[in-house]
Structures are given as C-alpha cells and as structure tokens.
C-alpha cells in the first residue's frame, strides 16, 4: 500500500468509515498480529490483545502524525496494549522479589538456527512474565529501569525474569540442536536463524470484523 493510498485511508478511519476501518484491520491484521503472538501465551490470547489495540488505534487515530511512519505507530501501540494485559492479568505471577538479580550477567543465547514457527513457540512457553520482559528488553530495546516503570516492578525483578527467560529459552534452543522433530511435532527443526528484532509473520484476518 503506497503512502498516498494509506492516508487517505486513515482520512476515512478518523471519519468513522467502517469500510476504510475494516480495510486498515485487514492490512495491518499480519504485522500487528505478529506482535501480539510473541507477547501472548497462544492465538487465542494474542487475538484478545490485538482487538484491544486496534480498539486503541481506532479511538486515538486523530493523536497520530503523518509525519511518522504508520506501521511503528500502530506497533507501539499494538505493545503498549500486550503490557496492559500483563499489567491486569499477570502483574503478581513471578513477580518475585529477586533484587539479587541486580548485577547478573547472562552470557548471549546459543548460535542456532531455527524456524520462525519453532521460536515463537519457544517463547510462547515462557511464563508471562518472564516473556513480557524478554520481549520488552531483548526486542525492543528497553532497559530494565523502564521496563520496571512500564510493569510496576522492580529493577531487580526485570533482570530476574529476563535471566529466567533466556536461561529457559538456551534450554529450549539446546534441545532444538540435538532433537529432531518427530511426526508429533515434539520438538524443534532448524531452518531459519534466530533474531528476534526481525520477527515477522502474516496470519489471516479472523477477529474485529468477523
């Protein structure tokens, strides 16, 4: 979708055109979708959080500027929205006060390769909490302070998690090394390489308007 054709959609989303409203949720369903999985414990939650945001979206569209790129807009919003779940729904699991966490250093996850499909699975794993913190500080770049203010928690308690996080997801990625996946689907393939800051899929269009 080229600029021109974008802005005049938004035009019509801030008019209230449930037609243009559809057409932004069924552009951006893929990317904003994509964010929700890896913050979410499956779809179904995932699809909870992105009809939240898209609820945001529509309701706070005027506060956006063209002068920014649309799709970083919409993703802060679509995270914003992924951490206002946790914070009504999680804030107290493993929220554990671990403040001798504060000066520990985890050394870098393993040199893999993995499917897209296999990672997010992996993180999705986590608990809550431990996968709102990994994604928070290792995909979007918060520092723990932040991340703290963000959830309500402590420092020491965001260094704690996110420790758990990798140390899990290193387990998991090990496992995928040595463990082939069988007709079940028990356990991970390699294919494609870890990096989480480019994670992206495209899913089908089955929530807000269905």
């Not at 006060?97 to 986590?126: C, F, G, N, S």
Request: net charge neutral.
């Amino acid at each position: 979708m080229g600029e021109a054709q974008l802005h005049q959609l938004i035009a019509g989303c801030l008019k209230k055109d449930r037609k243009d409203q559809k057409m932004l949720y069924k552009t951006f369903y893929g990317f904003a979708m994509s964010i929700c999985l890896r913050y979410a414990g499956n779809r179904y939650e995932a699809s909870e959080i992105m009809n939240l945001g898209f609820f945001k979206v529509f309701t706070n569209l005027e506060k956006y500027s063209a002068e920014k790129p649309f799709k970083a807009w919409l993703g802060r919003i679509m995270m914003n929205a992924s951490v206002d779940y946790y914070r009504s729904n999680y804030k107290t699991s493993h929220a554990d006060d671990l403040e001798k966490a504060e000066d520990v250093i985890h050394e870098d996850m393993p040199d893999t390769k993995l499917r897209y499909d296999d990672l997010l699975a992996m993180i999705q794993k986590l608990p809550h909490a431990y996968r709102t913190v990994f994604n928070l500080y290792a995909i979007e770049g918060y520092t723990h302070e932040e991340i703290a203010e963000m959830l309500g928690i402590s420092p020491g308690t965001s260094k704690s998690n996110l420790f758990k996080a990798r140390d899990r997801l290193r387990k998991m990625v090990m496992e995928a090394d040595v463990l082939p996946r069988d007709t079940n689907g028990g356990a991970y393939s390699a294919s494609v390489a870890i990096n989480p800051v480019n994670l992206n899929v495209t899913f089908f269009n089955n929530g807000l308007f269905r």
